[in-house]
């Protein structure tokens, strides 16, 4: 897809030898980050040194302990941190700021609590100013593909959790970006709602063809949802692991009597504790 | 407090129709409650005001500030009065807000603005607006000018304030999504701060609308020729004390008007309709 050039990037420098077709969406090359906490005044050495490529069309979890800086990594993706060190491209622009490229799901929804759902998800083609005809027809496509027709002019404290998350995925899906971030999105929701939210999402990434990288602290949903899995170590992080999931994922919630994707998610959990060596499994390709 | 017959809430008790004639008279009640302290307070004022046998210039009755308020009528002074005050605070609440508002924007979106500022701006929110009135009058004299000063100055800080407070209260995470969505500064300020700071504002509105109402009263006691608060004054040194009450009468109702009609439904259309009484943004 050719587009116009974005807000909050530039492109790589010539001598950096990024010219050419890119294969990766997303590539994150030698990123540190240190910053100094509000609350205590340290600094604090979130991420040592992460290297990763991700492809145009992909759907890639981060998984990692809490407070491993994986939401970090996140931010910086989107530009709403700059790296202490290393750079980040996406699309073979360097990232320098926020952008509408670069569309991120928060799990708080950071809906607009003065908007109804449809103005909500019509706020980025409104941004990018188009007119209230096209915008609306923009906005009730996307309301539609995330189920919540007949919900147009709810406002969100009218809505349960999993409707405002999906509102929050139909607005960042709305402004068109090519890339989108999701941090810990369903984290919030009930169990229950978790599950028909992930298998939403997988019917969405299909019918958009959007890139993901999606922030999890669960084994199970970034079993369930990723291409691949990145496992990142405490603080300061780095790439522990690279999990490539190959099981359909019509088979990966019957992990109960899969034996394959069972392995793939003790291969997970073993990732999250260092001191458990690791055995190869059935179904796990390493990279990393 | 008098106790009506509440059948209405009791399910053992009352037909459907005696329910049903209830809810029809429903506002009529609602009416009733309200005035019934009132005509209450009115017939104690009466009994006490004749049995007391001060003279009316002492404590006046009921009945002879029913008659100064008539006679006030008649001859237009009243309308012109109640006309002067609401025009002065109507003008002052709105520029004082107006200038508070832009303000509050200015220091909210520059650190060193609000460092060299905010320190001085909480100094002048200390002195009272009434500490000002002698300045006021050398200034700008008896009249207009003077009252209108002493509004404005008490509307502009609490609006100030809250706008400030207001986008403070905007989380990072609502305006880090935005700005993702590809929003510039401006569109950040039309977007998300400016309506997400405006039920604080209206807040800091009505807040600082009710102070300038007390601060009318003063400003014209002291400083003005006409207005219901010069009726106020005025009225106890020409000895028409049944006068004085009118005033307050007037200004009573005008505040309880302005605050149900106008300020109060404003607040229900903006914090309670986006559900924000909690602060959930």
Known sequence: MTRPAHSGTEPVSAERGTTGPYDAAIS???????????????RVNAIGSIDLEVSEGEFVCILGPSGC?????????????????????????RVTAPGRDRGIVFQEYALLPWKNVRSNVALGPKIQGMRRAERNAVAQEFIDLVGLGGFENKFPHELSGGMRQRAAVARTLAADPEVVLMDEPFAAVDAHTRMSLQEELVRIWRTTGKTIVFVTHSVE??????????????????????????????ERRSSEVNHVHA???????????MHVPRQAEPGIDEHG | MVELPARDHGASTGGAPTRAALAVLAPVRGTFKLLLPFAVLVGVWQIAATVSGYSSYLFPRPTDVAAAFWDLGRKGILPAYIADSMTVWLIGALSGAAVGIGLGFVLAFSRPLRALFLPAVRFFVAIAELAWLPLIILWFQFGFTAVLFMIWYTVLFPVLFNVLTGIEAVPNVTRQAVRTLGANRWQLVREV????????????????AGYAFRALIIAEAFAAGSGVGFLIFESRETGLTERTMVGMIVFGLIWLVVDRLFLRPIEVATVERWGMTAARL
């Open chain 1, 28 to 42: 994150v090359r030698g990123i540190h980050h240190v910053y100094t906490s509000d609350q205590t005044g340290e």
């Open chain 1, 221 to 250: 949903e970034a079993a369930y949802l990723g291409d691949r899995v990145v496992v990142l170590s405490r603080p300061p992080s780095e790439v522990q692991e690279i999990v490539t999931v190959t099981t359909p994922r019509s």
């Open chain 2, 193 to 208: 701060l400016f309506p997400g700071a405006l039920p604080s504002v209206v807040t800091g509105f009505r807040i600082g």
């Open chain 1, 69 to 93: 800086g994986k939401s970090t990594l996140l931010y910086l993706i989107a530009g709403l941190l700059r790296p202490t060190a290393g750079e980040i491209s996406v699309n073979g622009e």
């Open chain 1, 263 to 273: 392995g793939i998610v003790a291969g997970l959990l073993r990732a999250m504790d």
